[in-house]
């Protein structure tokens, strides 16, 4: 066990594959964040005993050592896992018309990234960092045209905040407890051919990604080594399946449209909510579906913020919020797991995501890859479609930094695998017990998966 082994490098090289960027520079400096980072926000666990039971949209629970189960087979080894994550906590999508008045700071953002410069021991990474290669920086200087627009500060809408990157630094420490330091399904070094990173081309989840790697790995280069690199696989966004792609895929944006016409749920939701959705409209100035009230809302209570308030026309309260996440979490439900035709929306939007799953493990299998470790750092539209395949019971909108493991091990009866499904560090239950994700052959678990993916997938996305 090396629990607070540190490593360090000068350099390091970030390389975002497939259309993206090379960038390289050094910087010599970074603020202390010690009193920047709006710690409220965070548990303040180190990743031994954050657990909790309660839904806690700010903050997913992270595994552990503790919680983390043994495999049922004794003698059984950790082969191969596929992590899925959404970003970390962020700035609302929109401004609304209450927002402007608020201030959002990401201007301490730049110790937050892979080669980003040391931070506190109270971040409980297990390692100091590489110095910052590149940063962005948003910055609206005083009389900026079309400022009375935006909130203050220095963050643009959907951003990664400075409390978001930290969220998955530590969950990436507390994947190095776990696959690098216990179990060894890492090694202890950096070694770029053994874990596959893939991204959508969008700033939060990169940075998430970057995030989450540096609490994984910190570098162990030498003076005179070449540069670490870093490398976040991205599609372009037009043809990208971490979340479900109606612009590539029409047939799905016209089931979708069916799904939501027609299912009585989400009529019950609609004439269930014409006065709360008016209240809500009177309160904010803008109307929006659930999940963007929800948006605007939590990320306010997130951060400890005042909720918004109109004058003569009422206040968000706590009943209001909970009552937003619970809509939010019945037409997730719906339209993911539940609605008649979900499983063929499912087929076209996640389908070709299912075949990778299917087609990592098979690899493993068959002793066709050196990768131990996929990566997919997404957003809550990556997971929750992941959820409705597997039949999750728990369909709450996922918090932020929410992760999915899909863990391959191998018994020591020859040849026989079996996958075991972790959502938020506890082993994930189905509805309808299809398989004990806590230990589902994989012949079970490939089976199951097939139901999803459709071979010829391009014919069918052009169906009318």
């Given at each position: 066990m090396l629990l607070g082994q540190r490593f360090v490098t000068p350099l390091a090289v970030l390389c975002i594959t497939f259309g993206g960027l090379f960038l390289t520079s050094t910087r010599l400096w970074a603020p202390s964040l010690a009193d920047e980072i709006p710690l409220h926000i965070l548990d303040q666990a180190n990743g031994e005993d954050n657990i909790s039971?309660?839904?806690?949209?700010?903050?997913?629970?992270?595994?552990?050592?503790?919680?983390?189960?043994?495999?049922?087979?004794?003698?059984?080894?950790?082969?191969?896992?596929q992590l899925f994550i959404r970003?970390?906590?962020?700035?609302?999508?929109?401004?609304?018309?209450?927002?402007?008045?608020?201030?959002?700071?990401?201007?301490?953002?730049?110790?937050?990234?892979?080669?980003?410069?040391?931070?506190?021991?109270?971040?409980?990474?297990?390692f100091q960092y590489a110095r910052a290669l590149a940063r962005q920086e948003?910055?609206?200087?005083?009389?900026?045209?079309?400022?009375?627009?935006?909130?203050?500060?220095?963050?643009?809408?959907?951003?990664?905040?400075?409390?978001?990157?930290?969220?998955h630094r530590l969950l990436g420490a507390a994947l190095r407890r776990l696959y690098v330091e216990e179990l060894r399904l890492l090694p202890l070094i950096y070694m770029p051919e053994l874990i596959h990173i893939r991204s959508t081309d969008v700033w939060r989840t990169k940075q998430s990604a970057e995030n989450f790697m540096a609490g994984l790995y910190g570098m162990d280069t030498h003076k005179g080594d070449p540069p670490p690199v870093l490398r976040i696989n991205?599609?372009?966004?037009?043809?990208?399946?971490?979340?479900?792609?109606?612009g590539a895929c029409p047939r799905l944006g016209q089931l979708r449209s069916a799904l939501e016409k027609n299912s009585e749920v989400l009529k019950n939701l609609e004439r269930d909510n014409v006065e709360f959705n008016k209240e809500l409209v009177d309160i904010l100035g803008?109307?929006?579906?659930?999940?963007?009230?929800?948006?605007?809302?939590?990320?306010?209570?997130?951060?400890?913020?005042?909720?918004?308030?109109?004058?003569?026309?009422?206040?968000?309260?706590?009943?209001?919020?909970?009552?937003?996440?619970?809509?939010?979490?019945?037409?997730t439900a719906e339209m993911y797991r539940?609605?008649?035709?979900?499983?063929?929306?499912?087929?076209?939007?996640?389908?070709p995501l299912v075949s990778d799953i299917k087609a990592n493990l098979l690899a493993v299998k068959a002793g066709a890859t050196k990768v131990r470790f996929h990566f997919y750092s997404g957003h809550d539209t990556t997971i929750t479609p992941l959820l409705g395949m597997l039949d999750?019971?728990?369909?709450?909108?996922?918090?932020?930094?929410?992760?999915?493991?899909?863990?391959?091990?191998?018994?020591?009866?020859?040849?026989?695998?079996?996958?075991?499904?972790?959502?938020?560090?506890?082993?994930?239950?189905?509805?309808?017990?299809?398989?004990?994700?806590?230990?589902?052959?994989?012949?079970?678990?490939?089976?199951?998966?097939?139901?999803?993916?459709?071979?010829?997938?391009?014919?069918?996305?052009?169906?009318?």
């Open positions: 039971d309660k839904y806690n949209y700010c903050q997913a629970n992270r595994p552990n050592l503790k919680s983390y189960p043994s495999p049922k087979v004794h003698g059984s080894t950790l082969v191969h896992s970003h970390g906590d962020r700035t609302p999508i929109t401004v609304l018309p209450l927002d402007i008045d608020q201030t959002w700071e990401c201007s301490n953002m730049s110790a937050y990234f892979f080669s980003g410069t040391g931070t506190p021991d109270s971040d409980k990474s297990p948003i910055s609206i200087p005083p009389g900026s045209p079309f400022a009375d627009k935006m909130w203050k500060g220095s963050c643009i809408p959907g951003q990664l905040t400075p409390a978001g990157a930290r969220q991205t599609l372009p966004v037009d043809i990208d399946y971490l979340t479900m792609n109606a803008l109307q929006r579906p659930w999940s963007g009230y929800m948006d605007t809302i939590m990320p306010r209570v997130c951060h400890g913020m005042p909720l918004q308030c109109s004058s003569g026309k009422g206040c968000i309260t706590q009943e209001i919020i909970d009552r937003v996440l619970e809509n939010v979490q019945t037409l539940d609605a008649e035709g979900v499983q063929e929306v499912l087929k076209l939007g996640i389908g999750s019971a728990d369909m709450r909108w996922p918090p932020y930094a929410a992760n999915l493991l899909m863990e391959l091990w191998s018994s020591p009866k020859k040849g026989e695998y079996f996958v075991r499904v972790l959502y938020n560090h506890a082993v994930l239950e189905t509805r309808s017990n299809w398989c004990d994700l806590a230990w589902c052959p994989l012949e079970t678990f490939v089976a199951y998966l097939d139901r999803f993916i459709v071979e010829d997938l391009t014919v069918q996305c052009q169906r009318q």
